[in-house]
Nanobody, 121 residues
Framework: QVQLVESGGGLVQAGGSLRLSCAASGSIFGINRMGWYRQAPGKQRELVARISSNGTTNYVDSVKGRFTISRDNAKNTAYLQMNSLEPEDTAVYYC???????????????WGQGTQVTVSS
């Protein structure tokens, strides 16, 4: 019953910005870590940004200073603000969340369906 739904992807020109959203729904007791991954054609999926339950963040070196991850616990939502986009950022972006589910607070990891980000030069 738990879902992660990404939105906000699209086509932008180099130097532009996008804001990705990841909304978690279902019988969620709490959210631990949330993060964004991306996968470009022919490449491995890589961690882009991650935010812990206490707000600690980390980023892949290639996006530091350009991307910002945040979370709104009241909305069960994570965001990825992407500025100064480059063609190399083109990929499918996936939300990932470590959740505590249901009355027994079972810990499990979930993935969204992905949202396409394309940056033209």
């Amino acid at each position: 019953q738990v879902q992660l739904v990404e939105s906000g992807g699209g086509l932008v020109q180099a130097g532009g910005s996008l804001r990705l959203s990841c909304a978690a729904s279902g019988s969620i007791f709490g959210i631990n870590r949330m993060g964004w991954y991306r996968q470009a054609p022919g490449k491995q999926r890589e961690l882009v940004a991650r935010i812990s339950s206490n707000g600690t963040t980390n980023y892949v070196d290639s996006v530091k200073g350009r991307f910002t991850i945040s979370r709104d616990n009241a909305k069960n939502t994570a965001y990825l603000q992407m500025n100064s986009l480059e063609p190399e950022d083109t990929a499918v972006y996936y939300c990932n969340a470590d959740l505590l589910i249901g009355l027994f607070r079972v810990r499990n990891e979930y993935w969204g369906q992905g949202t396409q980000v394309t940056v033209s030069s």
